[in-house]
């Protein structure tokens, strides 16, 4: 109670304190592309894994095919993780092999679940929920990295990671479950949950290690993808092309344009905000 002032009083010195667009980052177009680079990669990475999906349904990669493809794809993750130090000990080594194996037994195991999963339902269905799944995982994928701790699993993930390396999984179930051996299935199931669970550590690793690395990488990534697409079919490498520049040129320069627009105002009327500091 204040008597003798109306409820919405205010004295000369009530905007003194203002403070215009306090919080606001001001942004690089050069470092919001480079960041931009990571998202491209990865959009890269799983186009690669639907070339082999298309592959393997036409019947143009076998399963011996597939298997060498898979052991190269551990090699190399591997041979990464040495260069870039993140393997720092023979225990941490023998850790990852042991659950490597323990993951390749069971998915092997498992195979012949999967190859008859989806036998009485249509094909068409079946291409319309993977496409569906596939871009939810692109749209939820954390791109940041900052979920990644660890190859095999996610330490505190977020619920978006989780739904979209759910997604992820089930559109290789999907592939999978239309090819025509038990073998087909298991190496083709490898080949998709390796590039899913571990593709995101051993590109974090390569960033982490050397920037430098990370954009000769992801460059060299893009053009192999590109000219993989551009022999498949031209329309496609068109889109690809598209979205890539899009990604990679448009959106950084609608950011930093849309920033000219960021208006925020603060004062002494704003919320107060809570501090606890924690004392033994």
């Known amino acids: 109670m204040q008597p003798g002032f109306d409820d919405n009083h205010t004295d000369e ?3 003194e304190d203002m403070v215009m667009n306090a919080n606001v980052v001001k ?20 186009t690669l894994v639907s070339l082999v999906w298309a592959h393997t349904l036409q019947s143009t990669l076998d399963e011996n095919s597939l298997l060498l493809l898979d052991a190269s794809l551990f090699g190399t993750g591997f041979l990464v993780l040495l260069l870039t130090k993140e393997m720092r000990s023979l225990n941490l080594l023998f850790h990852y092999i042991l659950n490597i194996s323990f993951f390749t037994t069971g998915l092997y195991m498992l195979a012949p679940i999967y190859h008859p999963l989806t036998r ?28 990644i701790k660890a190859p095999v699993a996610l330490k505190n993930p977020s619920l978006t990671s989780c739904v979209s390396l759910n997604a992820s999984v089930v559109a290789s179930v999907f592939i999978a479950s239309r090819l025509p051996s038990r073998l087909h299935v298991f190496a083709i199931m490898l080949f998709s949950l390796q590039v899913f669970l571990f593709a995101p550590f051993v590109t974090y690793c390569i960033k982490k290690f050397s920037f430098r690395l990370h954009l000769v990488f992801s460059f060299g990534l893009m053009a192999v ?3 993989l697409v551009y022999t498949l079919h031209h329309l496609l490498f068109l889109l690809l092309l598209g ?22 105002i603060n004062g002494p009327w704003d919320e107060a905000k ?4 924690v004392t033994d």
């Open 120 to 147: 009485s339902i249509s094909s068409d269905s079946i291409w319309a929920v993977t496409v569906t799944l596939v871009i939810l995982h692109l749209f939820l994928h954390d791109y940041s990295g900052s979920t």
């Open 225 to 227: 993808t590109l000219a």
């Open 274 to 277: 809570l501090c606890f500091n």
């Open 13 to 15: 010195s009530f905007l």
């Open 243 to 264: 979205f890539l520049v899009f990604i990679s040129v448009v959106c950084p320069y609608w950011l930093i344009r849309i920033q000219e627009y960021k208006f925020e």
């Open 27 to 46: 942004r690089d177009i050069l470092k919001v592309m480079q960041d931009s680079v990571s998202i491209s990669q990865y959009l890269c990475i799983v």
